[in-house]
């Protein structure tokens, strides 16, 4: 797990306080405290698990005398059935970190499974498939972590990593030679900067000025196709907009280095994962 503990440990504090008021009602008033359970993460569907570890932390953080167990790692293919961790201690605490544990891993093995899938379609061409900051507020680690879990690569992480003029930025300043040039004059020599191209022109404007990278945006592949052509390599083209597991192998085809998908993140089909608890 390359993520903080801290930052992990905030996710889960925020998202448990959300959950849990003071009391749980069921579990405190039911479940006598001195009860002990096993409990067992099983896996219902079939792709790359990712947060596993996330997980278990939330058990540990609201009890730390639960015992944690981890069978199968991050970024490993699983199938119905596979028993991914164990959990041992007392069945109060087990109870009440279950759904916060299965929220979260349920959530980044979605994204992990959804950017494999788009991965392994690119196969044979150079193409990387990447996030964009389209993402859960507060979750923006997790779920880049879950991309590159997956076999994917990361887009910025914040508007603070480089400086990418879209069409709003273009259009508010004037036009990309002017947007360009004077943000040059006082960026820092280690940000680049990406420029949003709607059309060829645009794409040789952005050359011309020294774009480091373009993002060509909702165009067909057959404009694609002819603008990786006339760049030549003077620039990192990304292509971007509307792309799912139908259209990703011909879009990757153009020759296009990077494919940056929102869906990957923001639309991700969560991955069903239960806890059994074993008396």
């Known amino acids: 797990m390359m993520l903080p503990t801290f930052y992990i440990d905030d996710?889960?504090?925020?998202?448990?306080?959300?959950?849990?008021?003071?009391i749980d009602l069921a579990t405190d008033l039911l479940i006598d405290e001195n009860d002990m359970s096993a409990a067992e993460f099983v896996s219902k569907d079939e792709g790359v698990l990712a947060g596993i570890d996330v997980a278990l932390r939330v058990f540990t953080l609201i009890d730390p005398d639960v015992k944690t167990e981890r069978l199968i790692a991050d970024g490993a293919r699983v199938a119905k059935g596979d028993i991914i961790a164990r959990v041992t201690g007392r069945t109060r605490s087990v109870l009440k970190a279950e759904r916060t544990a299965l929220n979260l891993v349920c959530h980044m093995s979605g994204v992990a499974t959804a950017t494999s899938r788009l991965v392994a379609a690119c196969e044979g061409t150079k193409a990387s498939i990447a996030d964009t900051r389209k993402t859960t507020p507060g979750l923006r680690a997790l779920e880049k972590y879950a991309v590159m879990t997956g076999g994917g690569r990361n887009h910025r992480f914040n508007l603070s990593d480089a400086a990418m003029l879209k069409d709003n930025h273009i259009d508010a300043y004037g036009g990309i030679s002017p947007a360009v040039n004077a943000l040059r004059k006082k960026l820092g020599h280690m940000a680049k900067i990406e420029v949003e191209a709607r059309t060829m022109a645009d794409m040789l404007e952005a050359i011309d000025c020294g774009a480091d990278v373009i993002m060509l945006d909702n165009m067909?592949?057959?404009?694609?196709?002819?603008?990786?052509?006339?760049?030549?390599?003077?620039?990192?083209?990304?292509?971007?907009?509307?792309?799912?597991?139908?259209?990703?192998?011909?879009v990757a085809g153009t020759g296009v280095d990077i494919i940056s998908s929102g869906a990957i993140t923001h639309s991700a089909k969560v991955f069903d994962i239960s806890l059994k608890i074993r008396k």
């Open 220 to 250: 067909s592949v057959e404009e694609m196709t002819e603008c990786v052509k006339v760049c030549d390599g003077r620039a990192v083209l990304e292509a971007s907009g509307n792309v799912d597991i139908n259209t990703v192998a011909a």
């Open 11 to 22: 996710v889960i504090k925020r998202a448990v306080e959300e959950d849990i008021n003071y």
